[in-house]
C-alpha cells in the first residue's frame, strides 16, 4: 500500500483520465490525494480519493466561462493561445503550483506525486522535495523531437527532406514559443534550489516517468527516444454523472444517427455546433449533440436535432454512424474504440494534433470549425457511405482497447512509488549506520 498525491487542474478533457488513475489506485487500495481546483471536489470525492484545494495557485469554485482564468477562446491566433496557455497555466504561475505541493507534502508525506503534465510547477516541487515524480500527459506526445512531425500544428507525418525540413523548422519554432518563458521557470527553479535549466523540454528529463496516455502506433512511429516517456494506453472511463439516453426517433429510424459533440470546457463551438446541425439536416440525416458548457437552447430546433448539456457517449455511440468531435483525445478515443469514424473540428490546445492522428489512421477526415455548411455536409457524408473509415476507426479502435485493458500506468505509477520507499529506507538505513 502506497500514499499517491495527484496535482491536477480543471482544464476539460485533462481530468477523466487522471481522476479514473486515482479511482483505479483507491480500488488497489492504496492512499490517493488529490489536489485540485474547488470546482473539482464531487468528482474528486467519486473516486474514494481525499479532496486537498489549491490555495495559492489559480483555482476556481466553478466552470462557468466567467470564471475561467485561461480564456483561450478570446485569443486571436494559435500562437497567442499557446502563450495563454503558457503565461496563465503552464509556466507563469508555476511556483504558485510548486508552493501548494510542498505545503501539502510537508502536511502529509507521499510515496509518489502524480502531476497533470501541464502543470509544471507540480514538477519543480517533486524536484525539489526529492519525491519520485510522474507526470501524467493526457495528449498525444507533444514535446518536439526528431523523426516526429512538429507538435502543436497539427501535421502529419512526412517523409523525405521536405519532411524533415519542415518538422525541424517547427521544432525550433515551438521550443522558442515555450523558451519564451524560461526565465520564468528558471526563477522558480532558483527559489527552490534547484538549477537552471537551459531549455524548457529539459524539464521532463528530471522527472520519473512521464505516461502518455494513448496507444504508441496511434501517436505515430517512432515513439519518444527519451527513456522515461512510456506510451501507457487510454484510460477509457466515462463521466458518471449523465442521464440514461432515450431516442426520441421511432425505433427503425432508417436515417443515419450522427453524435455531434464538443469540449465540457468552454471554447466559445457555436459556429461549429450550427454548421454541424445544418449540415446533418442537409443530408438527411439526425443528430444527437451534446453541448457542454454550450445552452442547447440556443441550438436551432428541428425533428431530426436532440441537444442536451451532455450524455453518455459510448451509449449514443454504439448506435452512431458518424462522430463529428471538436477532437478532444477523450471523445476520440472513445469513438474508436467503438469503431464510429469522425469528422474532426479542432477548435484549439491539442485538438489539431489528435485530428492529424485520426486522419493519418485513416479512421475520419477533417475540416476547419468555421467550414461551411456545405463543406461539412460534404465531408460528412463521404464518412456515412465509405465504409473504409469505419473499418479503419476499428482496427485502431481494437489496439486502443488492448492498450487500454492493460492499464500498464498502474504498474508504473506503483513501481515508482516502491522505489520511493525503497530509496526511504536505505537513507535511513545510512543515517543509522
Same mark, same amino acid.
Given at each position: 500500500m502506497s500514499r499517491?498525491l495527484?496535482?491536477?487542474?480543471d482544464g476539460g478533457g485533462?481530468?477523466?483520465?487522471?481522476l479514473?488513475?486515482?479511482r483505479r489506485? &483507491?480500488?488497489?487500495?492504496h492512499?490517493v490525494?488529490?489536489?485540485?481546483?474547488p470546482?473539482?471536489?464531487?468528482?474528486?470525492?467519486?473516486?474514494?480519493?481525499r479532496? @486537498?484545494?489549491?490555495?495559492t495557485?489559480?483555482?476556481?469554485s466553478?466552470?462557468?466561462?466567467?470564471?475561467?482564468f485561461?480564456?483561450d477562446?478570446?485569443?486571436r491566433?494559435?500562437i497567442? #493561445?499557446f502563450?495563454?496557455?503558457?503565461d496563465r497555466?503552464?509556466?507563469?504561475?508555476?511556483?504558485?503550483y510548486?508552493?501548494?505541493?510542498?505545503?501539502? %507534502?510537508?502536511r502529509?508525506?507521499a510515496?509518489a %506525486?502524480? @502531476?497533470?503534465?501541464?502543470l509544471f510547477?507540480?514538477?519543480?516541487?517533486?524536484e525539489?522535495?526529492?519525491?519520485?515524480?510522474?507526470?501524467? +500527459?493526457h495528449?498525444?506526445?507533444m514535446v518536439? #523531437?526528431?523523426?516526429?512531425?512538429?507538435?502543436?500544428?497539427?501535421l502529419?507525418?512526412?517523409?523525405?527532406?521536405?519532411?524533415? @525540413?519542415r518538422?525541424a523548422?517547427?521544432?525550433?519554432?515551438?521550443?522558442?514559443?515555450?523558451?519564451?518563458?524560461?526565465?520564468?521557470l528558471n526563477?522558480?527553479?532558483?527559489?527552490?534550489?534547484?538549477e #537552471?535549466l537551459t531549455t524548457?523540454?529539459?524539464l521532463?528529463?528530471?522527472v520519473?516517468r512521464v505516461l @502518455? /496516455?494513448t496507444e504508441?502506433?496511434?501517436d505515430?512511429?517512432?515513439?519518444?527516444?527519451?527513456?522515461n516517456?512510456?506510451?501507457?494506453?487510454?484510460? %477509457?472511463?466515462e463521466?458518471?454523472?449523465?442521464?440514461p =439516453?432515450s431516442?426520441? =426517433?421511432a425505433?427503425g429510424?432508417p436515417?443515419?444517427?450522427v453524435l $455531434?459533440?464538443?469540449?465540457?470546457?468552454?471554447?466559445?463551438p457555436?459556429?461549429?455546433l450550427?454548421?454541424? +446541425?445544418a449540415a446533418?439536416?442537409?443530408?438527411?440525416?439526425?443528430?444527437?449533440?451534446?453541448?457542454?458548457? &454550450?445552452?442547447p437552447g440556443?441550438l436551432? !430546433?428541428h425533428?431530426?436535432?436532440?441537444?442536451a448539456p451532455s450524455?453518455p457517449?459510448? !451509449? &449514443?455511440?454504439?448506435?452512431?454512424?458518424?462522430?463529428i468531435?471538436?477532437?478532444?483525445?477523450g471523445t476520440?478515443h472513445?469513438a474508436l474504440?467503438?469503431?464510429?469514424p469522425? /469528422? +474532426?473540428?479542432p477548435?484549439?490546445?491539442?485538438?489539431p494534433d489528435?485530428?492529424?492522428? $485520426?486522419v493519418?489512421?485513416?479512421a475520419g477526415?477533417?475540416q476547419s470549425?468555421?467550414?461551411?455548411q456545405?463543406r461539412?455536409?460534404?465531408a460528412?457524408?463521404r464518412l456515412?457511405t465509405?465504409?473504409t473509415?469505419r473499418e479503419?476507426?476499428?482496427d485502431v479502435?481494437?489496439r486502443?482497447?488492448?492498450?487500454?485493458?492493460r492499464q500498464?500506468?498502474?504498474?508504473?505509477?506503483?513501481s515508482a512509488?516502491?522505489?520511493?520507499?525503497s530509496?526511504t529506507?536505505?537513507?535511513?538505513?545510512q543515517?543509522?549506520?
Amino acid at each position: 500500500m502506497s500514499r499517491f498525491l495527484f496535482l491536477l487542474w480543471d482544464g476539460g478533457g485533462n481530468v477523466p483520465p487522471q481522476l479514473g488513475i486515482a479511482r483505479r489506485l &483507491v480500488a488497489r487500495g492504496h492512499h490517493v490525494r488529490v489536489l485540485t481546483e474547488p470546482s473539482l471536489q464531487r468528482e474528486v470525492a467519486a473516486t474514494g480519493a481525499r479532496f @486537498v484545494p489549491l490555495s495559492t495557485a489559480p483555482h476556481r469554485s466553478d466552470r462557468s466561462p466567467a470564471s475561467d482564468f485561461v480564456r483561450d477562446w478570446e485569443a486571436r491566433t494559435p500562437i497567442g #493561445e499557446f502563450a495563454r496557455t503558457r503565461d496563465r497555466v503552464l509556466i507563469g504561475p508555476a511556483a504558485l503550483y510548486a508552493a501548494d505541493v510542498l505545503a501539502e %507534502l510537508r502536511r502529509e508525506p507521499a510515496d509518489a %506525486l502524480a @502531476v497533470d503534465w501541464l502543470l509544471f510547477g507540480g514538477a519543480l516541487a517533486g524536484e525539489a522535495a526529492g519525491v519520485s515524480t510522474v507526470m501524467i +500527459c493526457h495528449n498525444p506526445w507533444m514535446v518536439p #523531437e526528431p523523426g516526429r512531425p512538429a507538435p502543436g500544428l497539427g501535421l502529419r507525418p512526412a517523409a523525405g527532406i521536405a519532411g524533415r @525540413v519542415r518538422d525541424a523548422v517547427g521544432n525550433r519554432l515551438f521550443t522558442a514559443s515555450f523558451d519564451r518563458a524560461l526565465p520564468t521557470l528558471n526563477a522558480a527553479r532558483r527559489d527552490l534550489g534547484l538549477e #537552471e535549466l537551459t531549455t524548457v523540454s529539459d524539464l521532463f528529463g528530471r522527472v520519473e516517468r512521464v505516461l @502518455v /496516455l494513448t496507444e504508441n502506433a496511434f501517436d505515430f512511429i517512432p515513439t519518444s527516444r527519451a527513456a522515461n516517456v512510456i506510451h501507457v494506453g487510454p484510460v %477509457l472511463d466515462e463521466p458518471n454523472d449523465t442521464e440514461p =439516453w432515450s431516442s426520441p =426517433w421511432a425505433a427503425g429510424d432508417p436515417r443515419p444517427l450522427v453524435l $455531434v459533440t464538443t469540449s465540457s470546457y468552454f471554447q466559445d463551438p457555436h459556429t461549429m455546433l450550427d454548421t454541424a +446541425c445544418a449540415a446533418v439536416r442537409n443530408i438527411g440525416a439526425r443528430a444527437v449533440v451534446t453541448t457542454g458548457a &454550450v445552452d442547447p437552447g440556443t441550438l436551432p !430546433q428541428h425533428e431530426s436535432i436532440f441537444a442536451a448539456p451532455s450524455l453518455p457517449h459510448d !451509449q &449514443v455511440m454504439r448506435q452512431a454512424d458518424a462522430v463529428i468531435s471538436h477532437c478532444g483525445l477523450g471523445t476520440v478515443h472513445r469513438a474508436l474504440t467503438l469503431g464510429v469514424p469522425l /469528422l +474532426c473540428q479542432p477548435i484549439g490546445r491539442d485538438q489539431p494534433d489528435v485530428a492529424a492522428r $485520426v486522419v493519418a489512421a485513416g479512421a475520419g477526415l477533417r475540416q476547419s470549425p468555421k467550414a461551411s455548411q456545405q463543406r461539412v455536409a460534404r465531408a460528412l457524408n463521404r464518412l456515412l457511405t465509405d465504409r473504409t473509415y469505419r473499418e479503419h476507426a476499428s482496427d485502431v479502435g481494437a489496439r486502443l482497447r488492448r492498450a487500454a485493458d492493460r492499464q500498464a500506468y498502474l504498474a508504473e505509477l506503483e513501481s515508482a512509488a516502491e522505489a520511493q520507499k525503497s530509496s526511504t529506507v536505505h537513507e535511513v538505513a545510512q543515517r543509522n549506520a
